[in-house]
Nanobody, 125 residues
Framework: QVQLVESGGGLVQPGGSLRLSCAAS????????HGWFRQAPGKEREFVAA????????YYADSVKGRFTISRDNVKNTLHLQMSSLRPDDTAVYYC??????????????????WGQGTQVTVSS
């Protein structure tokens, strides 16, 4: 069984930076696709970024491209999301997800096998 625990959320001013982490227990690592999603109040959960299994190739939503960076520490079994130039519309609960069988065409879909509990990110002055 895989468990995912996010951390690093908080309150930040517009233009600021935050680094989210997602610690994984159980066997995941590079054979899993890992993703970050977010859900703002009153909105559906949406794709933010993913790192594809084995290849390590990364993919981003257009809204965060150039501002966010997803990375994976294979030794510590931890996923990160470095967020810069944050804007108020980045405010949301951020979730990490993992799946061992994802195909590339579905990495933006919500049907990941494992999810964390979420961490709140608030961008406000």
């Amino acid at each position: 069984q895989v468990q995912l625990v996010e951390s690093g959320g908080g309150l930040v001013q517009p233009g600021g930076s935050l680094r989210l982490s997602c610690a994984a227990s159980g066997r995941t690592g590079t054979s899993y696709t890992h993703g970050w999603f977010r859900q703002a109040p009153g909105k559906e959960r949406e794709f933010v970024a993913a790192i594809f299994r084995n290849s390590g190739h990364t993919y981003y939503a257009d809204s965060v491209k150039g501002r966010f960076t997803i990375s994976r520490d294979n030794v510590k079994n931890t996923l990160h999301l470095q967020m810069s130039s944050l804007r108020p519309d980045d405010t949301a609960v951020y979730y990490c997800a993992a799946d061992p069988r994802k195909i590339l065409s579905t990495i933006r879909n919500l049907d990941y096998d494992y999810w964390g509990q979420g961490t709140q990110v608030t961008v406000s002055s």
